[in-house]
């Protein structure tokens, strides 16, 4: 039996391990352990990657999300649109300012956030839209951007999942007003801990973040006002600048990934394989199929050696946590009928061509034997 964990991020520690060890020296014997020179370092490599003005490094993906809606001052009686089918920060970034996140159901073929149903949920509380690049497939940044501007809304990209991806030849993270990035560990490009960080060409933003984060001061000592301790730390700058140099190949080799999974699962039945549109860079961060047996067939895959993961079992609306904002089952029926189908399979820049086709032919044992 071969064995394909979910994830193998010590498989891509080895690739990188000189670089990484002799770096970890380096930033003890300079005791830059907070902010400072490698996170500067990062900052400045990150924004020019992205090609914009300012990039803030903060703690977390959560904390990029908090510091930004607060820096363009949502907050109490303000509503903010995301998507139902999303990691849970991004709606509670929005509940940490004292906002009310109103949730959006999720396109049946993309599964981002289904635009033509943004404009419904507009009223005169609306203040911003957070389009998140699920899975690493960017959102259609074209239209969106076209509701906002006619409604006068601030857009925040949550690229905790897409970076590096494109929309027509532009990266995403650089369509709305700021963008978040989340560097958790997992993501494409990840920390060895927690990291993140906000995108924009507003200086005005840009540094309300970088008071934000530390205090609400920028002399140390004078605090213009209560803040948050959302330092990044030194280590985190240090290894995100090393593996940003590898952040372009590894996601190429993402795609090809997906392209050797959609390719061979396509003739079988019960799976429907991702979607990849010609006019974007999907990254796949995740690669998410549907399938009606999802229980059996996660189960059967387990007992082959190979890990699956499931993005996400329940959809925002009908968690306890948002309970209190009223939605009901039903709300949601594309994210509903969705959830219990979703299976994330194993992807990442080590995953071996033999890995990758043990996975599809234990799929497709499955399949004989439980057609
Ligand atoms: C990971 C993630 C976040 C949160 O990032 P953290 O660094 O874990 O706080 C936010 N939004 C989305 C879509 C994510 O996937």
């Not at 991020?9 to 902010?35: G, M, P, R, W």
């Not at 999974?261 to 990849?276: Q, T």
Request: aromatic letters at 12%.
């Amino acid at each position: 039996m071969m064995n394909v964990p979910f994830l193998d991020l010590k498989a891509q520690y080895h690739s990188i391990k000189d670089e990484v060890d002799k770096k970890l020296v380096e930033v003890c014997e300079n005791t830059a352990f907070t902010l400072g020179p490698y996170v500067e370092e990062f900052e400045k490599k990150f924004s020019e990657y992205l090609g914009v003005k300012h990039f803030v490094a903060t703690s977390t993906g959560t904390s990029a999300l908090h510091s930004a809606l607060l820096a363009f001052g949502i907050g109490n009686k303000d509503e903010v649109i995301v998507p139902v089918n999303t990691f849970t920060a991004t709606a509670e970034a929005v509940v940490m300012v004292g906002a009310k996140p109103v949730f959006v159901d999720n396109d049946p073929v993309t599964y981002n956030m289904d635009i033509s149903k943004i404009e419904n949920l507009i009223t005169h509380k609306t203040r911003a839209i957070i389009p998140v690049h699920l899975y690493g497939m960017p959102v259609d940044m074209e239209k969106l951007g076209e509701i906002a501007k006619k409604h006068n809304l601030i857009v925040i990209e949550d690229c905790a999942q897409s970076h590096g991806a494109k929309f027509k030849g532009k990266i995403t993270g650089t369509f709305g007003h700021a963008a978040c990035f989340s560097f958790y560990p997992g993501k494409n490009l990840g920390s060895y801990g927690e990291g993140g960080g906000v995108a924009t060409n507003s200086t005005e933003i840009a540094e309300k973040i970088e008071k934000i984060r530390n205090h609400g001061s920028k002399i140390k000592y004078v605090h213009e006002f209560v803040g948050y301790n959302y330092h990044m730390h030194g280590f985190q700058g240090a290894m995100l600048t090393i593996k940003l140099k590898y952040l372009d190949g590894w996601n190429k080799r993402r795609l090809q990934i997906a392209k050797r999974y959609n390719e061979m699962l396509k003739d079988v039945k019960d799976v429907v394989p991702p979607f990849i549109d010609d006019n974007c860079e999907h990254v796949f961060h995740l690669y998410v199929i549907r399938t009606n047996k999802r229980e059996e067939l996660k189960n059967f895959l387990n007992d082959n050696g190979i890990g699956t993961n499931i993005h996400y079992p329940h959809p925002l609306h009908l968690q306890e946590s948002y309970k209190f904002l009223g939605y009901k089952k039903g709300s949601f029926p594309i994210a509903e009928g969705y959830a219990p189908k979703l299976l994330s399979l194993p992807i990442y820049p080590e995953i071996t061509d033999e890995q990758i086709d043990y996975v599809v032919e234990k799929i497709k044992q499955f399949y004989r034997e439980n057609g």
